[in-house]
């Protein structure tokens, strides 16, 4: 349905055009708000035009929510997300794929069933586990009656016990499975050729050297694509750190921000300073513009899968 | 260099068997062709030679030594694919090097080597490019320089020809004719193209649903088809069959023609119904009634120092391949003339080949 006549032109740079407001124009106001001082930020009808405050906002923004030590914080967190995830997903589909086995369709769909299941909806049995990450085997032991048996043969009262609260491991492991991209791995694996496998097998490269020298090259594109949604999933995470982290220094940006950001509640004398919350946004986003700006290239082709 | 010794191998996949039971020795240093349609179970025999399928059961040897349980990479063989199956992101010389450096040859002696390899196919300027780069024939090139520079003992090949066109097919086949006179490796290659078998083969293994129909060399299996299968197969253009009854000193058509049996032939099996191959190179037309049956001309195809005459008998269809121009009319019976000698005599129900030393076993047949 490829059609060109002016009109149709017309409409559909219109509607892209909209579109590009709609998404634009939000962002545009941040920007507006963050270059205001204090009383043009605040004045109504709201200013459309930037101020020249821009850099002395950002400035107290970054020194008010430490924003040093949460960038740190948040590009180790992200960080071990993204390799995690991309490591993870790749066996799992490596295994899911290559190997014949009786549990290979159980495990994909226990796999991609977790698709339903987002850290927002199991997020009250993940806090019980990252309390005590040890907490089921306990539960295991208990109920098996070996708990029972230890402290009956040695006298020894087992309780397992792995806090993750408060930990960099904490953040992480939770975040680390991931549905989707085992699946985006899953399928550009089945897009490999028998034969390739086959050639690498009479040329003597065991499972292992195949994962490693021919899959893994062969893939770049897709994992340059997966790491970046999942740079930018993982930088944007607000809700599991501010459940599991109570100790500021191992804060994250997204949800440090929030405590830039005016409160309602708070009736007396706090200033809205909504031009200081914006400068703050705006610096919270760089990194994932700049990734996704960086991986841009790399990132549609692992999408589209035309790299072959 | 090794001798191959496949014994009552068979292949089912759950309780569909696709090779039933096959035997077959291959001497050191032969070239084989396993030659058959597609689905007659000539690529799941080399595969399991290679070490990709398992063996449901019987046995395999290679050199003395049973592979059944070894890997592939343990069994000393190299394969060559169909579509190549070169690893994209690698270079031509890292394609050729692989296995020895999976192998864990030192990166110096390897890449001399490849050089010299890459050289004895034509592939020396090639060496940095990537497969995406190169055509098909080269392809077929690097695929075959990766086989060869690991000095298997047994080469072998799937279809490997099947995906370039038809001139760099041939060329590819002397390529490989060369390739074997020079490292005389034991070689199994699988086609269903028989000119390839018939040119490449020293001896040719014709498979049909799982079973091997006939092995010999190409000159055996073109000359005595050990079955009507086989005779269908193997010729170009294709043998004629006419099915008839053995009379003394010939075979009775239905419409009364007669085709001319050698007399040991024709006393062995006297009174049997049998299937007549005819080669349609090995018929001449004569004029109408001069022949061993009269038949309509249809119309004659040129095939440049010859022509293929296609003629209507009964409700059959046969052709003649001539070389000289006969005065054919369409519409117009034409006598075609049957030497005793190159009548190709089958059985009727089993479609095996009659021969006639069968005489001696059944001298009861002899009228």
Known sequence: MIERTPILNIVTHLILLSGLILMIFPMYLVLVAASLD??????????????DQLWVNMGVAWEKAKFGEKFLNTFIVAFGVVVGKIVLACITAFGIVFFDHRL???????????????????IVPTYAVAANALQPFQVF???????????????????????????????????????????????????????????????????????????????VTNIAALATIMFVYSWNQYLWPLLVITDQSYGMVAVELGRLVPKITSTGGEVAKWNIAMAGTLIVMVPPILVVIFMQRWFVRGLINTDK | MANISISDVRKSYGKDEVVHGVNLEIANG????????????????????????????????????????????????????????????????????YALKVSGMAKAERLEKVRVVAA????????????????????????????????????????????LDAKL?????????????RIKATSVFVTHDQQEGMTLADRLVVMNKGNIEQVGT??????????????????????????????????????????????????????SLAQIGLRPEELTLVPAGKGAFDATFEFSEELGPSRLYHFQFEDLTLSVLSADKPPVEQGKPMGIRVEAGSVHLFAADTGKRLRAREAVAQPELVV
């Open chain 1, 38 to 51: 204090l009383k043009d930020v605040s004045a109504i009808p709201p200013k459309m035009f930037p101020g």
């Open chain 1, 104 to 122: 290979r369709m159980p495990i994909f769909w226990a796999v991609f069933i977790t698709l339903m299941l987002p850290l927002e909806v199991r």
């Open chain 1, 141 to 219: 032991m208990d109920v098996t009656g070996l708990t029972w048996a230890i402290n009956a043969v040695t006298g020894i009262e087992v309780a397992l016990e792995w806090n993750l609260l408060n930990s960099y491991t904490g953040l992480i492991m939770p975040l680390v499975a991931t549905a989707t991209g085992t699946f985006l791995y899953r399928q550009f694996f089945l897009t490999i050729p028998d034969e390739l496998v086959e050639a690498a097998k009479m040329d003597g490269a065991g499972p292992v050297r195949f994962l490693r020298e021919i899959l893994v090259p062969l893939s």
């Open chain 2, 30 to 97: 032969e070239f084989i062709v396993i030659l058959g349609p597609s689905g007659c179970g000539k690529s799941t025999l080399l595969r399991m030679i290679a070490g990709l399928e398992s063996i449901s059961a019987g046995q395999i040897a290679i050199a003395g030594t049973v592979v059944n349980d070894l890997e592939p990479r343990e069994r000393g063989c190299a394969m060559v694919f169909q579509n190549y199956a070169l690893y994209p992101h690698m270079t031509v010389a890292e394609n050729i090097g």
């Open chain 2, 120 to 163: 004895s196919v034509g592939l020396s300027e090639f060496l940095d490019r990537r497969p995406g780069q190169l055509s098909g024939g080269q392809r077929q090139r690097v695929a075959m320089a990766r086989a060869i520079i690991r000095e298997p003992r047994v080469f072998l090949f799937d279809e490997p020809l099947s995906n």
């Open chain 2, 169 to 181: 097919r041939v060329q590819m086949r002397h390529e490989i004719r060369r390739i074997h006179n």
């Open chain 2, 218 to 271: 190409p000159e055996e299996i073109y000359h005595s088809p050990a079955s009507v299968y086989v005779g269908g197969f193997i010729g170009s253009p294709a043998m004629n069959f006419l099915s008839g009854q053995i009379v003394a000193g010939g075979v009775m058509l239905a419409n009364g023609g007669k085709i001319p049996l050698p007399q040991a032939l024709a006393v062995a099996h006297n009174g």
